[in-house]
């Protein structure tokens, strides 16, 4: 029988790197069997570089779905909701190491739905985070000053959760890569 499995919360602000860190860690770890992205339904299109792990749905359809229970977690943030589906239980139930890429602001509620999560708070400095927004090009200009402000008033979050870690990305991904799959591979040998 497998122990229940690892869920993983990845928060931060917009261009932190939690698709980026999600990437690293769908193309290093083994075995990949055992891991398991969740994919996010975002009622925005897909961006042209397909790099994030998300379907682009439109407002009817995803209150369509929230409304038949699909989701696990949901979440609205800049206009735009977020959705995880119930997949996840499903994934945790056979002992899978499950990385959702969440919300701050969400986080105090999937800690009572999870209270196993693992918390991993992905910061990058300002400048950093500035030039990230700027480079995918997805938002306005007025949109990057207002992700900037939230991302300057909310970069701590007050934690009541001893599953609780920080990674800074402000370097080559390499680096806040290899402690995301050290914290994976932590629980993974924890779980055989």
Do not use: C
């Not at 499903?90 to 999937?110: M, P, T």
């Amino acid at each position: 029988m497998h122990k229940p499995g690892q869920l993983f919360y990845l928060m931060g602000a917009s261009g932190a790197g939690k698709d980026s860190l999600i990437q690293y860690a769908r193309q290093h770890f083994t075995p990949r069997e055992s891991i398991k992205i969740a994919k996010r339904y975002i009622t925005r299109p897909i961006s042209s570089k397909n790099d994030e792990n998300h379907h682009a749905i439109n407002l009817v359809e995803f209150k369509q779905l929230l409304e038949n229970g699909f989701f696990a977690m949901h979440w609205s943030r800049h206009g735009l909701q977020y959705g995880v589906s119930k997949e996840i239980d499903v994934w945790l139930e056979k002992g899978k190491l499950v990385i959702i890429n969440g919300s701050r602001q969400y986080y105090h509620r999937a800690l009572e739905d999870y209270p196993g999560l693992h918390a991993l708070l992905i910061r990058a400095d300002q400048d950093i985070l500035h030039k990230r927004l700027l480079k995918r090009r997805r938002e306005l200009p007025e949109e990057i000053e207002e992700r900037m402000q939230w991302a300057a008033a909310s970069n701590e979050i007050e934690e009541p959760n001893k599953l609780f870690s920080i990674i800074e990305n402000n370097a080559a991904l390499e680096t806040a890569g290899e402690k995301f799959l050290d914290l994976l591979q932590a629980a993974k040998s924890t779980q055989l």
